[in-house]
């Protein structure tokens, strides 16, 4: 079965610090992606970046990148130069390679960040 | 290119009663899912539709049913309704292919009382 783990329930963070959220996973797969998604306090989910279980380099997308080691099971968010509007609840998530494959969400690590 | 889109925002019901919420996926995408978030939770998977099908299905009851039409909008019902099932209900897009993101709308925030 797979499964998704946030060891951290919350983070506090200076303005414009960098900072790095930790996600582990588990699964047997050996094909897989994985997400990370905010959700600001207003609810929707939106999604961050993406790495697939293949990709050589890791993902970045703007001031997202993502620490993927395949060997540790780890795929962590790191934030650069963290803003104000990143305060929020941010999710790891997993999905495997089927089609049908539904997407499996951590327990979620909310963001303060600090002015 | 409209996103996932869900109505209603909100929605106040009472035990027992019946609830209808409706989705219409991201422009492109034909595959869609529904959760349920709890306070302070992760986003629970209840079902996923493609073709007009039920193909998987979380840990949720009967009174959970849903349905998708030829246009990839998709329906979710909640009969007999519990206290517990106050939640936001979020609905996730995505289109075919392998480890393909899913995209989700604002949400539904259902309350009962």
């Known amino acids: 079965a797979q499964k998704i783990t946030q060891t951290q329930p919350g983070m506090f963070v200076q303005e414009k610090e960098a900072v790095t959220l930790d996600c582990t996973y588990d699964t047997s797969d050996p094909s897989y992606g994985l997400f990370w998604y905010k959700q600001p306090s207003s609810g929707e989910m939106i999604f961050l970046i993406y790495q697939g279980s293949y990709d050589q380099q890791n993902a970045t997308e703007g001031r997202y990148s993502l620490n993927f080691q395949k060997a540790r099971k780890s795929a962590n968010l790191v934030i650069s130069a963290s803003q104000l509007g990143d305060s929020a609840m941010y999710f790891c998530a997993m999905r495997g390679p089927n089609r049908d494959d539904k997407i499996i969400f951590g327990k979620g690590t909310r963001l303060h960040i600090l002015p | 290119d409209a996103g996932v889109t869900q109505s209603p925002t909100h929605l106040i019901k009472t035990r027992g009663q019946q609830v209808t919420l409706r989705c219409s996926p991201k422009?492109?995408?034909?595959?869609v899912s529904w959760y349920q978030q709890a306070l302070g939770q992760g986003p629970q998977f209840i079902f996923q539709?493609?073709?007009?099908?039920?193909?998987q299905r979380g840990n949720f009851p009967d009174r959970f049913s849903g349905h998708q039409f030829p246009n990839y909008s998709s329906e979710l019902n909640v009969n007999a309704l519990l206290l517990g099932d106050s939640a936001l209900y979020l609905c996730?897009?995505?289109?075919?292919?392998?480890?393909?993101?899913?995209?989700f709308g604002d949400g539904t925030r259902l309350s009962i009382l």
């Open positions: 996730a897009s995505n289109t075919q292919g392998l480890l393909q993101p899913q995209h």
């Open positions: 539709y493609y073709e007009e099908e039920e193909r």
């Open positions: 422009s492109g995408h034909d595959t």
